[in-house]
Every structure is written in C-alpha cells, then in structure tokens.
C-alpha cells in the first residue's frame, strides 16, 4: 500500500472512508481546543477536510501529510488560501516536526496492523511534550482491508505502550452508518 497504491484508489474514486466533510466526533474535540496557535497534525489526511474546518475555524498553524498527491492537490483546489507549505507530500512515518496536536481521522486504519507499533511510536515521537494524539477509531472488524479494524481492549494495550495517559470513549457523535462502531481516542504524551 505504497503511494501509487492510494494514488489509484483516488483516481478511481474508491475513496469509501471520504465522507465529504470533517467527521463529527472530531468536529466536537475541536470544540474543546482553546489555543488556536498550537501546531497541528493530520497524518494521511486525505481530503482534509478536518484541516479545512480547523483552518476555517482560526487554527492558523494545521499541517496535513498524505502520501498520495490526488487528496493534497484536492485540497488546494478547495482552500486557495491556506499556506501551501504546510500541505506536506510524504510519508508519514518518515516526517520529521514536532507537533502539539496530531489528529487520527482514517490514518490508522488504513495501514497494515503490522505497522500498528509503529504508528504509536512515531505518533508519540512527533508530538512535544504534554502534546496530544487525539482522533476517530474504528472499534470493529473489517473483512480483508483496508479499512483495517480493531477494538478499544487492543488500542488501550497498544496506546499504553508509549503514552502516559490514555484514554478511549465510545463516539456520540458518528455519522449513521458508523454509530456503535467508533471510538473515541485521546492519548497524552
């Protein structure tokens, strides 16, 4: 599942996980962010849309990595102002800066769970200290993949790993058809 990988899945519109707008259970943690100058992160981003609803909402400082150029020049066509270098081309697990804030939205799922240690580690390498992973988990199973399922019981214990706090709640606040199968993360580093 390399670039080329997500590059196809975009130009054949097999892009099932775009819902076309910032997801809702993270539209209501944006709500609680009070600093809108912490440095954001949104790892495999896609679409973005959850950038485009933090940058339209005053958070100046929303980076957003994908692997895949279609989703990123997506983006651009949809937010002609937002500072063109924070829109990152790259591989995640390869990127550099620190951040106060990285938002899981789709990422996770999408890569092989073998690399799931690998998320967590870079995830909590990439974060300042006191920062914050926050983000939308699927607390289901999934034939094939991706989308790659999970449950909260393996999230905890994998999330613990590395991060003081954690912390995983059921989603109130999902789209119809992911009710009862989303979960709230929010880990503390």
């Not at 599942?1 to 054949?12: I, L």
């Not at 999408?110 to 909590?124: G, L, M």
């Not at 992973?133 to 989308?147: A, Q, S």
Request: with cysteine.
């Amino acid at each position: 599942m390399d670039s080329k990988y997500w590059s196809s899945r975009y130009q054949n519109e097999q892009t099932g996980w775009d819902i076309g707008k910032a997801s809702n259970p993270l539209i209501e943690l944006f709500k609680h962010i009070e600093n809108k100058n912490l440095k954001i992160l949104i790892p495999g981003c896609g679409n973005a849309y959850e950038a485009e609803y933090l940058f339209r909402s005053g958070f100046k400082h929303v980076h957003i990595i994908d692997i895949a150029p279609e989703p990123l020049e997506n983006f651009k066509k949809r937010n002609k102002d937002f500072p063109f270098s924070q829109i990152i081309l790259g591989d995640f697990f390869l990127h550099q800066i620190q951040y106060d804030i990285i938002v899981e939205q789709t990422f996770f799922c999408a890569i092989d769970p073998n690399k799931r240690i690998d998320y967590v580690n870079k995830a909590y390498d990439l974060l300042h200290k006191g920062g914050e992973l926050i983000g939308v988990l699927f607390d289901c199973e999934f034939e094939g993949g991706p989308p790659f399922g999970g449950n909260r019981n393996e999230y905890q214990e994998l999330f613990e790993s590395n991060f003081r706090r954690v912390s995983i709640t059921d989603s109130t606040h999902s789209i119809e058809p992911r009710q009862g199968s989303e979960v709230i993360l929010r880990c503390m580093k």
